[in-house]
């Protein structure tokens, strides 16, 4: 059973362009979630999606930052306009929700770089 | 809003020696706990969990916690530590019936020979 897959593991943008991150859960899992990790930080949650529904974005930035978890295929994160302060490791994890309790797993991360 | 306090950023310790990892966290609601270990450019890999039950929990890889309510702590320990255990080691918790974790900054755990 494959786990959490992220592509790609690194990505150079520069600024001004877009960067599209992509997260395929495991399988069967139907719960993604999106967290950044800056340099000497601690993952902060952005956004938790189950198919089709963005269920909880409080984590996102108002601006230029967009997630989808479409019927088929992966979860996307897309950053547009891209800025400096974007460059982090970006962290998809994956969920199946049983009765209540859940546990996230976690894929490699997409580090992000902008230039 | 709850917070993750993690109070020493590094630790470094010799190889077989004993270590604890210190975790705090402010919540006024039950919780959920976790520890979680990341290896140099790799993801995170769940090394235990507190959910309910015993307080003290026991995990992958030799590792145990223990969760103190009155304290608000969940430290990581480990009686012997290998070279291997080199790595970051991150605590979460969650409010029960939310799906956020919240992280603290991490420890990073560098094991001498």
Not at chain 2, 13 to 33: G, I, K, Q
Not at chain 2, 95 to 110: I, N, P, R
Request: with cysteine; glycine share 8%.
């Amino acid at each position: 059973n494959a786990g959490v897959m992220q592509n790609p593991r690194h990505l150079v943008r520069r600024r001004g362009q877009e960067a599209r991150l992509r997260c395929s859960p495991m399988k069967g899992h139907s719960h993604v979630y999106w967290y950044r990790q800056l340099p000497e930080e601690g993952l902060k949650f952005m956004v938790y999606l189950q198919k089709e529904n963005i269920i909880d974005e409080s984590g996102m930035p108002k601006e230029r930052f967009s997630a989808e978890f479409p019927k088929e295929g992966p979860s996307i994160l897309r950053i547009q306009q891209v800025v400096r302060g974007d460059s982090a490791a970006y962290f998809c994890a994956s969920s199946l929700r049983t009765s209540g309790v859940y546990e996230q797993y976690f894929g490699p991360g997409t580090r992000l770089t902008v230039t | 809003a709850q917070s993750v306090t993690q109070l020493d950023s590094q630790v470094p310790v010799f190889e077989e020696a004993p270590v604890e990892l210190r975790c705090n966290y402010s919540s006024s609601v039950s919780v959920y706990l976790f520890w979680y270990v990341q290896y140099p450019n790799q993801g995170l890999q769940l090394l235990l969990k507190y959910l309910s039950g015993s307080t003290l929990v026991k995990g992958i890889n030799g590792f145990e916690a223990e969760f103190n309510k009155s304290q608000t702590s969940f430290h990581l320990r480990k009686p012997s530590v290998h070279i291997s255990d080199t790595a970051e080691y991150f605590c979460a918790v969650s409010d029960k019936g939310s799906e956020k974790l919240v992280f603290g900054k991490g420890t990073k755990l560098t094991v001498n020979p």
